[in-house]
T-cell receptor, first 114, second 116 residues
Framework: GAVVSQHPSRVICKSGTSVKIECRSLDFQATTMFWYRQFPKQSLMLMATSNEGSKATYEQGVEKDKFLINHASLTLSTLTVTSAHPEDSSFYIC??????????FGPGTRLTVL | QKEVEQNSGPLSVPEGAIASLNCTYSDRGSQSFFWYRQYSGKSPELIMSIYSNGDKEDGRFTAQLNKASQYVSLLIRDSQPSDSATYLCAVNILRAGGTSYGKLTFGQGTILTVHP
């Protein structure tokens, strides 16, 4: 149980385009979903916390107009990277909580912006 | 002081040995503690959660928690080359008002290499 999927697993796009990443909890309803970013050889950096039906809470230093989060249902959250630039290239990972604190991670999306 | 600190390693052990991974945290009020394993290029995978002082065993893995010392560890018995990965300690740090909102604070991770 507690399976989280992400789509796409890998995306390559041109600078200036927008990219949408989906995160789904497949066998449970998630009270909260989280979005992380990870650069090579670094630990996870929390970007935002997402609750169904409400606005996401962004961490300090994360631009909410650039990283749009929509949490449409208890099983789906999306992250849209708007006007992506090469510095946005990273590994984006979502997680979902079954209870308030146990987080299960999706497989991640590797974004490369040319 | 970082909120969650791990010895960054790398830690190298021979196959069959016990690997010991350590983590300290700063907030005495923390209640939930987790160990995740992350293979290179993959996302983290939950190994263990622990909430009470003492030991918790699951197969070859044992998590140990000492809240008085603000210390949590992970022991891997009979280490295998497939255990080679980065191990992340995560703590549910309480925020102002006494709630965590479900957020975890991660350590920097310890790189473990098990050599045949």
């Amino acid at each position: 149980g507690a399976v989280v999927s992400q789509h796409p697993s890998r995306v390559i796009c041109k600078s200036g385009t927008s990219v949408k990443i989906e995160c789904r909890s497949l066998d449970f309803q998630a009270t909260t979903m989280f979005w992380y970013r990870q650069f090579p050889k670094q630990s996870l950096m929390l970007m935002a916390t997402s609750n169904e039906g409400s606005k996401a809470t962004y961490e300090q230093g994360v631009e909410k107009d650039k990283f749009l989060i929509n949490h449409a249902s208890l099983t789906l959250s999306t992250l849209t990277v708007t006007s992506a630039h090469p510095e946005d290239s990273s590994f984006y990972i979502c997680s979902a909580t079954v209870r308030e604190d146990t987080q299960y991670f999706g497989p991640g999306t590797r974004l490369t912006v040319l | 002081q970082k909120e969650v600190e791990q010895n960054s390693g790398p830690l190298s052990v021979p196959e069959g040995a016990i690997a010991s991974l350590n983590c300290t945290y700063s907030d005495r009020g923390s209640q939930s503690f987790f160990w995740y394993r992350q293979y290179s290029g993959k996302s983290p995978e939950l190994i263990m959660s622990i909430y009470s002082n003492g030991d918790k065993e699951d197969g070859r893995f044992t998590a140990q928690l000492n809240k008085a010392s603000q210390y949590v560890s992970l022991l891997i018995r009979d280490s295998q080359p497939s255990d080679s990965a980065t191990y992340l300690c995560a703590v549910n740090i309480l925020r102002a008002g006494g709630t965590s909102y479900g957020k975890l604070t991660f350590g920097q991770g310890t790189i473990l290499t098990v050599h045949p």
